[in-house]
């Protein structure tokens, strides 16, 4: 069974940081990519980066460009989200996905439970 | 950046077929997938390579992409379809979801 557990959620200060933790099993980690996605309260989502499964491709939606890294470990099968200078636009659940790889094309095929981020003045 | 369109919400009847629409300049040319998301849930993959089913979903569940427009039709729709509804597309590295759409069957 494939399971994605999304660790590191909590509330923070506005201009802070935090490190978002995604633990992956029940699939062979190192032939998918990875992607976080996240949806603030009531409204719809929003994709925010994607590293292949080689780490040799990273994208970054323009709202985070700049402030959040994504970074994976094919030895401990995770990958994290660091994110800096964090806004109070910023809360919002954040999702771990895997992301599969079709004819030169990425989809989201299995997302995980999803871990919240609160920022606070 | 590219943008997606969704109707805010459409409404079915249970048994009948809910079509949900995306719009897109030259979606056509891009691969649509949809998600389903329903109440306190993460999403779930619906449709990918714009019409193609994982496992996990019934036959019901259909898609079609040409033009501007992605569409995903639902036959014979139950109550438990009742749910969120996201489009999304690659636009060259950035990928872009709907607004959402919001399908009740009542």
């Known amino acids: 069974e494939v399971q994605l557990v999304e660790s590191g959620g909590s509330l923070v200060q506005r201009g802070g940081s935090l490190r978002l933790s995604c633990a992956a099993s029940g699939f062979s980690f190192i032939t998918y990519g990875s992607s976080w996605v996240r949806q603030a309260p009531g409204k719809g989502l929003e994709w925010l980066s994607y590293i292949s499964r080689d780490s040799g491709t990273i994208y970054y939606a323009d709202s985070v460009k700049g402030r959040f890294t994504i970074s994976r470990d094919n030895a401990k099968n995770s990958v994290d989200l660091q994110m800096n200078s964090l806004r109070d636009e910023d809360t919002a659940v954040y999702y771990c996905?895997?992301?599969?790889?079709?004819?030169?094309?990425?989809?989201?095929?299995?997302w995980g439970q999803g871990t919240l981020v609160t920022v606070s003045s | 950046s590219y943008k997606l369109t969704q109707p805010p919400s459409v409404s079915v009847s249970p048994g009948q077929t809910a079509t949900i629409t995306c719009s897109g300049e030259?979606?056509?040319?891009?691969?649509a997938c949809w998600y389903r998301q329903k109440a306190g849930q993460s999403p779930v993959l619906v449709i990918y390579q714009d019409n193609m089913r994982p496992s996990w979903i019934p036959e019901r569940f259909s898609g079609s992409n040409s033009g501007n427009t992605a569409t995903l039709t639902i036959s014979a729709t139950q109550a438990m379809d009742e749910a969120d509804y996201y489009c999304q597309a690659w636009d060259s590295t950035t990928a872009e979801f709907g607004g959402g759409t919001k399908l009740t069957v009542l």
């Open positions: 996905v895997r992301t599969g790889y079709s004819h030169g094309y990425l989809y989201f095929d299995y």
């Open positions: 030259k979606l056509g040319d891009k691969y």
